[in-house]
């Protein structure tokens, strides 16, 4: 497939004919991509698409199966991150590479002096170092730590370790999915600048909004193969998301219900870590039923404690947590299955499921007790197994029986397992952990119709995630983690992305702009 | 060449893999053998009929292969719930100096009473033994490779102690041994004129009833929940503690049990070399028998008749019959990588 964009500046990377198999998953087939300078190229697909196995392909950390990389003309060896770098590739991992305990000059410098030289040119390094961070408006403090930055910070500096390095080509993997709206909008501000230079940025994304704001040139990727590049500027959000995912896709709408009475909560909740640094620090919350409430912000800001919280793991320290207006006392997990919360975990992988064990044995791990399962000690396997056939059918989870190892099972299916053994049971609250991180577009508005039927059904749902769109969409109030506190809960349809980007940020001041002075005498803003 | 991972092993390739590391390992110890200038097929000839080859040689290794069960069993239920007991050698010990103190004579009971009292005494010994590195794994986080290990000898010394001191037979014509213990708390024997015990029934029983726990029960379930992934069995809201505690109480009771079998059945007393290493060999067997209770039960006929047969062979050749620690030695390392092949695909390029 040729790029539409004929004639124009110098091609600087082409791609021909890259495959990658690993096992019987076809990663990349037969993929040709061409970029030019000063051009943004956005890598746009769904998860498990094939984005950072073509990148990591064109920077060596894994080398194709068939298909040639040419750099600035001349073709780049297979499988040797070195030659990438020598040619004028930088890559931004999505986890980043950098070194906490060495300053920002230290992690920029190292590996680009020969190891047999006495003493390394500090000043030299700063001054390029510096050069460098004025020309792109990219701020950074050369003797700070890097443990000590912030994550915009680090990627900043990660940025300027491949310009450092005379890049020519900057892949970026997924470079907003750490940052604020606000601190995403800066990033995009340096490509710009970075293009305007002559450079050429590859971007991967599972955004939309991210490749309109910032790309020239849109490839999208599905299940390995590469469906579509067009000029950003000759399309559009439904189009892109179709060729995404391979059919139509509508957004969840919750139809608007009045809230109930309270089923969750929280009065001056503290919670400490183990070195005494508070992880929630006197909050209160009240998620009532028919009402799905939202917790933003940048993740370390105390969603983890206060999911760890509603799920009986750990206890707070002082303040009070109630359900359904009694208060808790001891909660541990198998209380508040008791009670009746049903618990979507964060991490599926490692807290949701037990990989090496059945279906039909992770959907009962909940309710082993109850005698339906279960008889003086005993396991009643046929009555556990048929319930699993149910549910499996009820939740659409795709595998081939209650007897199949988890492990084998697709995220979204795990995620639908998931679901159907906590909902199964009518929750009256349901706390949801990123219910959708990492999962296809297709089951992302599966566990969003059910989350919004559960809230139909009289549940109420807590909905923390780090995806501002998804909480839009689907909360009917929002609340802001910010070290540890929470904002008061702010109707869904008052406000802005930008809005929560600056509350996310820590400008609490601006609460007063979207709230009544009444509303806020009782809360705590800063 | 590189390895990719199964997405499922198939059944056959699973019993398949211990049989090809055994063969592996018999094939590896064979230029061993042809290095002392034995005839290697003779010698393994030799080595096959004192294990199997007379009605003696065939009680000869149920024998042997008793408490081998017993302690592949302690490995097997622990390495489930990654509770790594490495000192199933000491629990043995402890569950034997139970067996003479409790059946030396301080109680007057009927055999029926007497013997089961004394084999749960062991198995109490044996359990208490690994509570403590246990308790010290989730509380602190102690690593209890090191913590069982090192118990090994505490407990040998803690031996050699009480055989010298309080323990020592008076009768004993000053030999470190104990007294021996009453003669009903002593195991049956299966066959007249043999040294084979009751003590097979009961690690046959065990391995049995163990395999229907694992599978059938709560118990079960909750073990390998534990075992795969703690974090998940705490948040489905498992008492991940308690079961650890359990497990450790199981495991090293199983161990202790293997001693106090083995002064009932087999010795009548307590010496310091009641046990050729069989907590260490336990661990061999569970890993041969893939942690299955049942397997276990091959896993331990399989060492035990190594060793028996060693012993035959070595009467009649030129090859002493460490051969048979070697080989051993040599089936666990081919079973490790036998266990990665039946995990992973090998491909080339």
């Known amino acids: ?526 | 060449m590189r390895l990719e991972p199964r997405t499922d092993t198939p059944l056959a390739l699973r019993l398949l893999a211990p049989v090809g590391a055994v063969v592996a390992a018999l094939a590896l110890c064979a230029l061993l053998v042809a290095w002392t200038g034995a005839p290697v097929l003779r010698a393994y000839g030799l080595l096959f009929e004192g294990a199997v080859g007379s009605r003696f040689a065939l009680t000869e290794t149920l024998t042997r292969a008793t408490p081998l069960i017993l302690t592949g069993l302690a490995a097997a239920v622990a390495f489930r719930a990654k509770l790594w007991n490495i000192g199933a050698e000491g629990q043995l010990y402890m569950g034997a100096l139970a067996a003479v103190v409790v059946g030396g004579g301080m109680l007057d009971l009927p055999a029926w009473a007497l013997i089961p009292v004394v084999m749960i005494a062991g198995m109490a010994a044996g359990g208490v033994t690994l509570l403590g590195p246990a308790m010290l794994k989730v509380r602190f986080g102690v690593d209890e490779v090191v913590t069982t290990l090192l118990l090994n000898f505490v407990v040998l010394l803690l031996v050699s102690m009480l055989l010298e001191g309080p323990l020592k037979d008076p009768m004993g014509m000053g030999w470190p041994q104990s007294a021996p213990v009453a003669e009903a708390a002593e195991l049956p024997k299966l066959v007249e004129r043999t040294r084979l015990h009751a003590g097979l029934t009961i690690a046959l029983g065990l391995s049995v009833l163990l395999w229907l726990v694992d599978t059938r029960t709560i118990w079960g379930y909750e073990n390998r929940a534990v075992g795969a992934n703690p974090r998940a069995a705490a948040f489905a809201g498992m008492p991940v503690t308690r079961i650890m505690l359990r497990t450790a109480l199981l495991s090293g009771g199983l161990a202790g049990l293997a001693g106090a079998a083995e002064v009932c059945g087999l010795k009548g007393y307590l010496t310091l070399d009641l046990s050729p290493g069989f907590g260490y060999s336990g661990i061999v067997v569970a890993m041969l028998a893939q942690l299955h209770p049942i397997g276990v039960v091959g896993a331990a006929l399989f060492i035990a008749g190594i060793f028996v047969g060693a012993d035959a062979m070595s009467r009649a050749m030129p090859v002493p019959n460490y051969i048979a620690d070697v080989l051993v030695a040599a089936s666990l390392l081919c079973m490790l990588v036998a266990g990665l092949l039946a995990r992973y695909r090998l491909r080339r390029g």
Request: glycine share 10%.
């Open chain 1, 1 to 526: 497939m040729s790029s539409p964009l004929k004639g124009g500046p110098e091609v600087v990377l082409r791609l021909a004919g890259i495959s990658k198999r690993f096992g019987p998953l076809l990663a990349n087939d037969d993929i040709s991509l061409t970029l030019r300078a000063g051009e943004v190229l956005a890598l746009l697909g769904e998860n498990g698409a094939g984005k950072t196995t073509l990148m990591n392909i064109l920077f060596g950390h894994y080398v194709a199966d068939e298909g040639t990389i040419e750099a600035f003309g001349r073709p780049l060896p297979p499988g040797s991150p070195r030659a990438a770098l020598e040619a004028g590739i930088g890559m931004v991992h999505q986890h980043f590479t950098l070194a906490d305990n060495l300053s920002v000059l230290d992690n920029i410098a190292v590996g680009t002096e020969s190891l047999w030289r006495w003493r390394s040119d500090r000043s030299a390094a700063r001054r390029r170092l510096l050069d460098l961070s004025q020309r792109f408006g990219l701020e950074v403090r050369p003797d700070a730590l890097v443990g000590d930055l912030s994550v915009g910070e680090r990627q900043r500096a990660e940025i300027l370790k491949a310009l450092y390095r005379d890049a020519r080509i900057l892949i970026l993997d997924e470079p907003t999915a750490v940052l604020t709206p606000q601190e995403s909008a800066g990033l995009f501000e340096t490509l710009r600048k970075l293009t305007a230079d002559g450079l050429a940025v590859v971007f991967i994304s599972h955004k939309m909004n991210e490749v309109f704001a910032a790309s020239d040139t849109v490839a999208v990727l599905r299940a390995g193969k590469l469906v579509a590049t067009h000029a950003t500027a000759s399309t559009d959000r439904a189009k892109l998301a179709e060729l995404m995912v391979g059919r139509s896709v509508k957004p969840p709408a919750p139809t608007p219900l009045s809230p109930g009475e309270p089923v969750l909560e929280l009065a001056g909740v503290t919670v400490a870590s183990d070195h005494g640094r508070p992880l929630l620090d006197g909050v209160d919350l009240t998620v009532r039923r028919h009402q799905v409430v939202g917790i933003a912000g940048v993740s370390g800001n105390g969603q983890t404690a206060l999911a760890e919280l509603v799920s009986g793991l750990i206890r707070p320290d002082s303040g009070r947590l109630s359900l359904k207006g009694s208060v808790v006392e001891h909660g541990d997990p198998a209380d508040m299955v008791r009670r009746g919360v049903a618990r979507i975990p964060e991490d599926r992988h490692s807290a949701g499921l037990v990989g090496a064990m059945a279906v039909w044995e992770n959907l009962i791990a909940e309710r082993y007790h109850d005698h339906a399962f279960s008889r003086f000690g005993v396991l009643r396997r046929g009555a556990a197994r048929s319930y699993a056939r149910k549910v499996i059918e009820e939740f659409d989870v795709r595998c081939p029986g209650p007897d199949a190892r988890t492990q084998l099972l697709s995220g979204g299916n795990m995620q639908k397992l998931i679901l159907g053994r906590t909902l199964a049971h009518g929750p009256d609250l349901i706390l949801a952990s990123q219910p959708t991180r990492g999962l296809d577009i297709g089951a992302v508005s599966y566990v969003h119709s059910r989350l919004l039927d559960a809230r139909s059904a009289g549940a109420g749902v807590l909905l923390i995630s780090e995806d501002l769109d998804e909480i839009l969409a689907l909360a009917d109030c929002v609340t802001v983690a910010y070290h540890g506190r929470l904002t008061p809960l702010l109707p869904h349809d008052r406000v802005s992305v930008s809005q929560l980007g600056l509350l996310m940020a820590g400008h609490w001041d601006i609460l007063r702009d979207i709230l009544p002075e009444t509303q806020l005498e009782h809360g705590d803003a800063a």
